[in-house]
């Protein structure tokens, strides 16, 4: 009877726990793909399409986020296609390798190595960097994006767009 209990609270325990947060991959977040045609993601996530008043955003290139109370992601969708995922905040959202913003850049280093690609950060003087990897030269990668203190600020996960400096301009 004491083992039924006991495995009953467990079970419940279990089913209530809350769901691993899925890590950022050159591939996506989750069930949000890189690739995947906006409509579908916006449709899928409710993410916020920005009006066309705000001197930016167009169908050829634009930002979208999450409503409120979501994941801390913006989504860039390029002529109708999911090409890039970014995160600016700290948060439990990482990469698949574990790294996320707040991290350290000699961490980020150290575990890819050579396949790092280290540039100046385009706003920001020495030591500030970009960290690029690419896992499909050039198609498919992950970008970070750290300050002079050696701090990841942003992460940027999918295709060619991650190397974008100011979103889609």
Known sequence: MTHLLLSALIAGLVAGAPA??????????GELRIGMAEAEAVRKF???VPGDDDGV????CRELA?????PRLVAMAENGRITRIST???????????????????????????????ETH???????????????????GVRFETDR?????????????????????
């Open 20 to 29: 691993a947060v899925p890590p950022l991959t050159p591939d996506g977040w």
């Open 88 to 118: 600016f905040e700290d948060g439990p959202l990482r990469t698949d390798r574990g790294f996320g913003v707040g991290s350290r850049e000699g961490d980020i280093r150290k575990a890819y190595g050579r396949t790092l690609r280290v």
């Open 66 to 70: 999450f409503p409120e109370g979501g």
């Open 57 to 60: 955003s167009s169908e050829a």
């Open 149 to 169: 203190k050696g701090v990841v600020h942003t992460v940027h996960v999918g295709g060619p767009s991650i190397e974008y400096v100011e979103g889609c301009l």
């Open 46 to 48: 409710r993410l916020i």
């Open 122 to 140: 385009k706003y920001d003087e020495e030591p500030a960097h970009y960290l690029t990897a690419w896992t499909v030269a050039g198609r498919r």
